[in-house]
């Protein structure tokens, strides 16, 4: 608007100066007309130049604003699932448009847990530990996200994985199965580089149906799931300890797996801490 007010008070400005000086020059009125007709299109251009300059402030303006609409959600969406969430995932959930309220959603839930790692972390000192709770973490993120999982949340020495929210995927249960024995295999592999403190890892895994959202205060929010799924993923991670295994699947994750699980064993139905009947389980690993 400060650009075209600014063209129209030139123009005017130029019309003025040639009504006003040019009649007193004592020219013929053929010249005078010429004049005036040559002033008159200085002025028209000095208009058209302020709109112009006006028009073009005016898209810049709301250009900027639409950018610092789009990074501000973009660090919405990054500060609520964290720095591991994979760019893409970020992309997705931003065309998908922001933030949504809570919704029941079937998920398949994974616990991952450093089998022992507090009994050995005691011989050594901090940095040595979160060294090498970074570099297992890494490992473990690498493989969740190629497998189109989410790290929702870092638990100690272990971790909470989700598939299929908050991005809808049909296969979730058959990705978080791969994504689970390529963990083991990529952890193992891993444990060349630390002779020192080879570590060793259990997974539990059960699919079902969660409440999935956005929860918090107005100043600090996250993305979680809720629910009876979750629990029973984390029992049967720590039903690991028991068999001895690193890959524990109840009996929904098992049939929803497909290919990915026909080397499973069965365990037959396990009692559960907290389970009045009996959770069919299955041991990948």
């Not at 058209?48 to 005016?58: D, E, K, M, R, S």
Request: with cysteine.
């Amino acid at each position: 608007m400060a650009a075209t007010f600014t063209g129209a008070v030139a123009a005017t400005q130029m019309l003025a100066i040639a009504f006003v000086y040019l009649p007193a020059a004592g020219t013929g009125m053929q010249d005078v007309q010429l004049s005036l007709g040559y002033h008159l299109t200085r002025s028209a251009a000095l208009l058209a130049a302020g709109i112009t300059a006006g028009w073009v402030a005016i898209r810049l303006r709301h250009q900027f604003g639409a950018t610092m609409q789009a990074v501000a959600a973009r660090d919405n969406v990054t500060n609520l699932f964290g720095q591991h969430v994979a760019p893409q995932v970020v992309d997705q959930l931003l065309a998908a448009g922001g933030e949504k309220a809570s919704e029941i959603r079937r998920i398949a839930v994974m616990f991952v847990d450093i089998r022992g790692f507090t009994a050995a972390a005691q011989n050594r000192t901090p940095q040595d530990v979160v060294s090498r709770l970074y570099d297992a973490f890494t490992v473990m993120v690498d493989v969740i996200d190629s497998h189109h999982g989410i790290v929702n949340k870092f638990l100690g020495d272990g971790c909470l994985a989700i598939f299929g929210a908050p991005l809808r995927d049909d296969q979730a249960t058959l990705h978080a199965v791969a994504a689970g024995r390529e963990m083991i295999n990529a952890i193992e592999k891993s444990n060349a580089s630390h002779p020192d403190w080879p570590i060793r890892i259990g997974i539990g895994l059960h699919v079902g149906d969660a409440v999935t959202g956005i929860v918090g205060s107005p100043r600090r929010k996250e993305y979680t799931v809720i629910g009876d799924t979750v629990n029973l993923a984390s029992r049967i991670e720590a039903l690991n300890k028991e068999f001895g295994s690193q890959f524990l699947l109840s009996d929904a994750a098992h049939s929803e797996a497909g290919e990915e699980a026909t080397a499973a064993l069965p365990l037959g139905n396990i009692e559960v801490r907290g389970y009045v009947n009996p959770i069919g389980l299955w041991r990948l690993a």
